[in-house]
């Protein structure tokens, strides 16, 4: 597992790119709207007091703010914080630049918490811990992980993303290492962890429903994301080899 500053290393470089994804046409925004959207519904509205922590440029936050709730945020990239910042200046002293599985908050500080994108990167058992800590009792967590399921995860995983590190090689170009975490665990596993952290597992919601395999996801944008958003409105049956990720929805337990 690398540490948080190698995670924020490797986002530092991306932040620009990956908040101009949110509003592009194509597999990767729509697989940010995607999550997006599951992750609105399951969070209902405030007030209340929220916390989104590996908030990237804040876009999620944005949308917590819509909805009534007072937000707080944390990533460990300084470039991300920095554009959350510029995105929320209303909010700009609770978005601090940290680590999930040491979080620079109180016990029960928030009533919602919000973890999306960053859980991969992470020890799940320790940010889970966190995010319960820092939730009162009966308050929302809501979270995404990645569905090893897939069969277009596993597709860039064993074959997609290895293929272009060895052509890489040949060329003798620099490939840069993407950070990684605990070892990726089904959806049983998971929830399994969540109970074990204090957070009870209330429901499921599968996301990004991407088929077209790479690179003709990104050769053909228009019909990947076209594909995606019909199996997602009429195949949610078929989610479990579908979805690419999976968002969580528990409750944090009394004491």
């Given at each position: 597992m690398q540490p948080a500053s190698s995670a924020g290393a490797y986002f530092d470089r991306r932040a620009a790119r990956y908040d101009d994804a949110y509003d592009a046409p194509g597999p990767d925004g729509y697989a940010l709207r995607s999550r997006l959207a599951a992750v609105?519904?399951?969070?209902?509205?405030?007030?209340?007091?929220?916390?989104?922590?590996?908030?990237?440029?804040?876009r999620l936050l944005a949308e917590l703010v819509g909805r009534g709730w007072t937000v707080s945020g944390l990533d460990?990239?300084?470039?991300?914080?920095?554009?959350?910042?510029?995105?929320?200046?209303?909010?700009?002293?609770r978005l601090?630049?940290?680590d999930i599985v040491r979080l620079p908050f109180a016990d029960a500080t928030f009533d919602l918490v919000v973890a999306t994108g960053v859980l991969e990167y992470a020890d799940v058992e320790r940010a889970l811990a966190e995010l319960a800590r820092v939730l009162r009792p009966g308050g929302r967590a809501v979270v995404s992980y990645p569905n090893p399921a897939a069969l277009y995860g596993i597709w860039k995983s064993h074959v997609w993303y290895p293929a272009v590190r060895g052509v890489k090689r040949l060329a003798r170009r620099p490939s840069l290492a993407m950070p990684h975490g605990s070892r990726i665990v089904g959806p049983?596993?998971?929830?399994?962890?969540?109970?074990?952290?204090?957070?009870?597992?209330?429901?499921?919601?599968h996301t990004g429903f991407l088929v077209l395999p790479s690179p003709l996801d990104s050769g053909l944008p228009g019909l990947s994301e076209r594909l995606a958003l019909r199996l997602e409105r009429t195949q949610q049956r078929h989610?479990?080899?579908?979805?690419?990720?999976?968002v969580y929805l528990g409750t944090r337990r009394a004491d």
């Amino acid at each position: 597992m690398q540490p948080a500053s190698s995670a924020g290393a490797y986002f530092d470089r991306r932040a620009a790119r990956y908040d101009d994804a949110y509003d592009a046409p194509g597999p990767d925004g729509y697989a940010l709207r995607s999550r997006l959207a599951a992750v609105l519904e399951l969070v209902g509205s405030g007030p209340g007091a929220a916390l989104d922590a590996g908030m990237g440029p804040g876009r999620l936050l944005a949308e917590l703010v819509g909805r009534g709730w007072t937000v707080s945020g944390l990533d460990a990239s300084a470039e991300m914080v920095e554009a959350a910042r510029w995105r929320l200046p209303e909010a700009a002293e609770r978005l601090v630049v940290g680590d999930i599985v040491r979080l620079p908050f109180a016990d029960a500080t928030f009533d919602l918490v919000v973890a999306t994108g960053v859980l991969e990167y992470a020890d799940v058992e320790r940010a889970l811990a966190e995010l319960a800590r820092v939730l009162r009792p009966g308050g929302r967590a809501v979270v995404s992980y990645p569905n090893p399921a897939a069969l277009y995860g596993i597709w860039k995983s064993h074959v997609w993303y290895p293929a272009v590190r060895g052509v890489k090689r040949l060329a003798r170009r620099p490939s840069l290492a993407m950070p990684h975490g605990s070892r990726i665990v089904g959806p049983d596993e998971f929830r399994a962890r969540l109970g074990r952290t204090g957070l009870e597992p209330r429901s499921t919601v599968h996301t990004g429903f991407l088929v077209l395999p790479s690179p003709l996801d990104s050769g053909l944008p228009g019909l990947s994301e076209r594909l995606a958003l019909r199996l997602e409105r009429t195949q949610q049956r078929h989610g479990r080899r579908l979805g690419t990720q999976i968002v969580y929805l528990g409750t944090r337990r009394a004491d």
